[in-house]
């Protein structure tokens, strides 16, 4: 760890105890905020994937929209609606803020506040991308995401393993981080304010990025599919490389390795992970056919 310790890199992330430098906050069902964990280790995992904070339920999301957080990341739920919830996640939404909420651990309906329109509902996969077996699903499930014996931060400066559509969230968060940070996407340019992100622009695509996983389309199951956070790093999608264009490098890539398969989770040769443009474990003619239909794309 060097000098630094676990506890002080994490708090690198906030200013003044609950001000992130990546307008991120992490709301965490705690009865005590200034115990962000309560003796069970949650609130650390968590954080320790995106480095955010913990806080009280609506009294965090109305600061987190007071303070200019975009992306509000919810690792909590109950059964029943909560009308000051209710009232809080809709006010964050119409500011702007994007919530990202944990479906529940219950082989159940989406619990609230994940079950709101105005929260990104996240259930969790294991590794081989088939729904954890407790993880909650119905009308409500936006996206899925590893939640399955996840590796993160822990108490007393370690690490552990922990499992739950709690471990899912972050992910999803991070990958509407990646794409609120980076250069607004001309295809996805269509809210109030041009030449900017908004939340409903990240969110639409978050929709159309996710790889699509059972039936045909947005199912119950797994939503609009498993987040991917290698598709947002391509500007345009198919620029594999990452030169900013897709050209012949690009499909002769995809050409190079097509056929090619594997045993989830991770391909063992780099190579295969990038061709695999939609990480479904295989370098097939979906990839092929994205390298096609943006051919001859920059980055304007």
């Excluded at 919810?74 to 809709?90: Q, R």
């Excluded at 990025?209 to 119950?220: F, I, S």
Aim: aromatic fraction near 10%; glycine fraction near 10%.
């Amino acid at each position: 760890m060097g000098k630094h310790t676990l506890s002080s890199r994490l708090a690198e992330n906030v200013l003044g105890g609950r001000e992130f430098r990546h307008y991120m906050c992490q709301v965490e069902e705690r009865p005590d905020h200034e115990d962000p964990d309560y003796g069970d280790g949650h609130g650390t995992h968590v954080i320790g994937t995106i480095a955010a904070v913990d806080n009280e339920t609506a009294a965090a999301i109305n600061w987190a929209v007071d303070n200019g957080a975009h992306i509000i990341s919810i690792s909590l739920g109950w059964p029943a609606n909560h009308t000051k919830l209710y009232e809080a996640c809709k006010n964050a939404y119409n500011q702007g803020a994007l919530l990202i909420a944990a479906a529940g651990n219950d082989n159940g309906s989406v619990c609230y506040p994940a079950a709101y329109d105005s929260v990104i509902a996240v259930g969790a996969v294991y590794p081989n991308d088939t729904r954890w077996e407790w993880s909650n699903f119905g009308p409500g499930l936006e996206f899925v995401s590893p939640g399955f014996d996840i590796y993160s931060t822990h108490l007393n400066e370690g690490y552990a393993n922990m499992t739950g559509t709690s471990m899912a969230v972050p992910h999803v968060t991070a990958v509407a981080a990646l794409i609120w940070s980076s250069k607004i996407d001309p295809d996805y340019d269509f809210g109030e304010w041009p030449g900017i992100w908004e939340n409903i622009e990240v969110r639409q695509k978050l929709r159309h990025l996710a790889l699509d996983l059972g039936p045909a389309g947005r199912d119950n199951e797994y939503g609009y599919g498993l987040i991917n956070g290698w598709a947002t790093i391509q500007r345009p999608l198919g620029d594999i490389n990452m030169d900013y264009k897709v050209d012949m490098k690009d499909l002769g890539f995809v050409a190079r390795y097509f056929g090619a398969h594997w045993p989830p989770p991770n391909p063992t040769d780099y190579n295969l992970a990038i061709a695999d443009i939609t990480i479904d474990n295989k370098v097939d003619l979906t990839d092929m056919g994205i390298v096609a239909r943006n051919f001859g794309k920059i980055d304007p």
